[in-house]
């Protein structure tokens, strides 16, 4: 089974409200006077990092991953819970992980520690407070809105290569992704959608699309990215964690962000790139 087949699997379960269908960054838990916003991603060995990274960009990373789901539903941060396989260099982890924490000022709630003989594997629960109600999610996109990008991708694709090849370069966007976390607070209340690219921005787009029921119109020379020569694979790579926003039409962005496209009427194809039909999500991205 593939990660999209087992995620099918699983919305046959019986959800939750709070789950969203299992098609969003997170889980919106309404709780009355609070809203909290759940999630849990995963780092593993030779997958996410390379065998030889330093672990405390490891903890960085996971910490970061994490945090940039909550930026995408606009929430503040509350907490985190760390499932730790112990291994090669624990105290870089440790000297990492207070950094991460001390820089989005999160505090560590808990967690668990275990041995194991297989690929070294890392689990993060974020907990966060809604800032705002409702919470957006993947699945609100209208006809109309314009799309907004909050960073650039392509840099973690650049930031890998450098690592992976020895050249020296800056690979900060790849060990050390940011959550753009105060960027996601003010837009989410304006936001008829939101989610963050982690995968790659064209398969995150079609998501949204299908989840929204709309075509994103993406106009691939607005992307910003990091390697223009590159345009196709920053836009498909992924690890970028940049914020994916749809906005009313006239509605300009509280924060720094750069307009990619439009949202249209359910058409024929989720996607258009540069105005060519894109049918199904192969290849627009990283999948398990
Ligand atoms: N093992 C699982 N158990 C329960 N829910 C899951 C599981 N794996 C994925 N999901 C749910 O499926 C949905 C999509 O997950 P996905 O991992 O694609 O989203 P994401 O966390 O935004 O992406 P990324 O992992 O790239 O950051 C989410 O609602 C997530 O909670
Ligand atoms: C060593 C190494 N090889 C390849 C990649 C590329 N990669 C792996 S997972 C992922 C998407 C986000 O993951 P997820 O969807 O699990 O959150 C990407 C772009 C990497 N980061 N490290
Ligand atoms: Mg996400």
């Not at 299908?210 to 990215?225: C, R």
């Not at 690890?239 to 009313?248: G, W």
């Amino acid at each position: 089974m593939n990660e999209s087949a087992f995620i099918e699997a699983l919305r046959l379960l019986p959800t939750h409200p709070a789950a969203r269908g299992l098609a969003d960054d997170c889980a919106v838990l309404d709780l009355g006077s609070e809203t909290l916003i759940l999630t849990h991603d995963m780092l593993v060995e030779g997958t996410h990092y390379l065998p030889e990274a330093d672990m405390a960009d490891v903890a960085w990373k996971l910490v970061a991953t994490n945090l940039s789901d909550l930026a995408a539903k606009g929430a503040e941060p509350v907490g985190v819970l760390i499932g730790h396989m112990l291994g090669r260099d624990d105290e870089r982890f440790v000297t990492g992980l207070a950094k991460v924490l001390a820089h989005y000022e999160v505090p560590l709630l808990g967690g668990d520690t275990v041995a194991g003989k297989g690929t070294r594997t890392h689990g993060l629960t974020a907990i966060g407070r809604a800032t705002c109600t409702p919470v957006p999610a993947r699945d609100g996109a209208q006809p109309g809105d314009t799309l907004w990008l909050v960073g650039e991708v392509g840099a973690a694709m650049l930031g890998f290569e450098t690592l992976r090849d020895g050249t020296g370069a800056d690979q900060a966007a790849y060990s050390r992704p940011h959550a753009r976390v105060k960027e996601g607070q003010a837009l989410a209340p304006l936001a008829h959608a939101m989610m963050d690219v982690s995968d790659g921005l064209l398969l995150d787009a079609f998501r949204m699309a299908e989840a929204s029921e709309v075509t994103l119109a993406i106009d691939g020379a607005q992307v910003p990215v990091a390697a223009p020569e590159r345009r196709l694979e920053c836009l498909t790579w992924g690890d970028d964690y940049a914020l994916l926003a749809a906005l009313p039409q006239g509605t300009e962005p509280p924060c720094q962000a750069t307009r990619i496209g439009t949202v249209e009427p359910r058409g024929f194809a989720p996607l258009f790139l540069d105005r060519e039909p894109v049918l199904n999500a192969a290849g627009l991205g990283y999948s398990h």
